[in-house]
């Protein structure tokens, strides 16, 4: 890398180590990357001013200052000084960060002092996409405050040859936003709101509580969740980022204890779970009861599992009048998929973390110690899981849940 100018007639470089401790020095400073620029601009110029000669040529320091004024300017203007800036710091978006980190040579670069090969591996993959989801929203804010926006370009009047020939540019009045142009330009422009609302609030991760903390700095919050449902692996650590996005404010802490949802039949069978799951938490009461009671079928070694969950589901569908929800651990969904195709469109098979916040007339539960064991969540998971019934649950068991005589899994046994 080397920097090349010409200026006061003369040529002067700079180097890639003069370059690198540049770098460190803008580096040094603790605005974002994109606001450093600026920065970087002045200590560009200071370097080349230094090797200039020029900086001890005037003991008068008006004369000196006027030098370097124009030494600046005319560096500062030259296209191979322009475009040597734009390419060793250039202003960043964060879908170009989010893109480079997905290359994994460039972030191995990057993050080799914090992540080894193989975590560089895993992470680099996990962000290659051709299209953005909902998912990428707060990582993309995230990256959006670590750079700083870039300064906006400045809106150009549309030239018109006319104006230099009549003179109508002076006297031709700069058009007024209309009321619509304006409420758009500064919905583009909001980044904080009076009030905040947040539903199922068990689920934000940290980088998500951040991002929401950002708009809500002054407002007054809304915050709706049941820690007993949260799929987050590490509930502490995004209760920090909860507490840090709503401040000092005071609080005032609402439970609700009644279940709408399920019969007593089915919410007795959840609160099994949630006591393992959340010690000591108490289980919501149920308002009401059908005496069905939920059914449990073992699936004997080596048996039919595919043909078991099918012939069950189908038992459900002739006994409600709406939908049936088959839930299985997640690495079964697309399996699952196949063993219902051709039941019709009022069965629907989820994996475990796709059930929250649906409900069903009557759902299957396949393999409890699946869903309890596919990641630290679990358990919070499996409660999840049993109870999106409004009225029947099955639960279908293999091996691995150690069932009863009468089929009832340990996870679920008293």
């Known amino acids: ?43 560009l110029l200071d370097a080349l001013y230094s090797k200039s000669g020029s900086a001890g040529r005037h003991s008068d320091p008006e004369l000196a200052a006027e030098l370097r004024s124009s030494f600046d300017e005319d560096v500062s203007t030259e296209d191979s000084f322009l475009a040597f800036l734009d390419a060793w710091w250039p202003e960043l978006t964060p879908r170009q960060v989010l893109d480079a980190m997905a ?45 700083g926006a870039p300064a906006r370009p400045r809106r150009k009047r549309e030239y018109d040859p006319l104006d230099q020939l009549t003179g109508l540019e002076e006297l031709m009045p700069v058009r007024e936003e209309t009321q619509r142009e304006r409420a758009e330009r500064l919905a583009a422009e909001r980044t904080e709101y009076a009030h905040v609302i947040v539903d199922e609030a068990q689920d934000l991760t940290p980088m998500q509580w951040r991002m929401v ?95 078991i969950v099918r012939s ?6 002739d006994q409600v009048d709406g939908t049936v929800g088959v839930v299985v651990a997640m690495n079964r969904r697309e399996q699952a998929a196949r063993w219902l195709a051709d039941l019709g469109d009022r069965v629907v098979a989820l994996g475990s973390l796709e059930a929250k916040g649906l ?14 064991d596919e990641s ?23 091996a691995r849940d150690v069932p009863d005589a009468d089929g009832v899994p340990d996870l679920l046994r008293d």
């Open 359 to 372: 409900e069903y007339d009557a759902t299957v539960v396949v393999s409890p110690a699946e869903i309890a």
């Open 213 to 307: 903390g950002r708009r809500g700095r002054h407002a007054t919050w809304t915050v709706v969740g049941d820690p007993a449902q949260s799929s987050w692996s590490t509930p502490d650590e995004a209760a920090e980022a909860r507490d840090e996005a709503l401040g000092s404010r005071p609080r005032r802490r609402f439970e609700l204890t009644v279940n709408y949802r399920n019969p007593a039949e089915i919410a007795e069978l959840a609160a099994k779970v949630l006591a393992l799951a959340m010690p000591g938490k108490e289980s919501p009461r149920a308002v009401r009861s059908t005496g069905v009671e939920p059914r449990f079928v073992a699936v004997p070694d080596k048996a039919d599992l595919a043909g």
């Open 376 to 398: 630290p969540a679990g358990l919070r998971v499996l409660y999840v899981a049993l109870t999106r019934a409004t009225q029947q649950l099955t639960v279908v068991s293999g």
């Open 312 to 317: 069950e589901a189908q038992r459900l569908l």
């Open 103 to 147: 290359d994994e040579k460039r972030l191995g670069r990057w993050a080799r002092r914090i992540l080894n090969p193989g975590e560089v591996r895993r992470l680099a993959r996990s962000l290659r996409r051709e299209a953005l989801s909902v998912h990428d929203v707060a990582l993309l804010d995230e990256l959006h405050t670590l750079l």
């Open 1 to 43: 890398t080397l920097l090349r100018v010409v200026a006061f007639g003369r040529r002067i470089e700079l180097e890639a180590d003069e370059l690198r401790r540049i770098r460190h020095n803008v580096l040094g400073g603790s605005a974002p990357v994109n606001l450093l620029r600026p920065r970087a601009r002045k200590l």
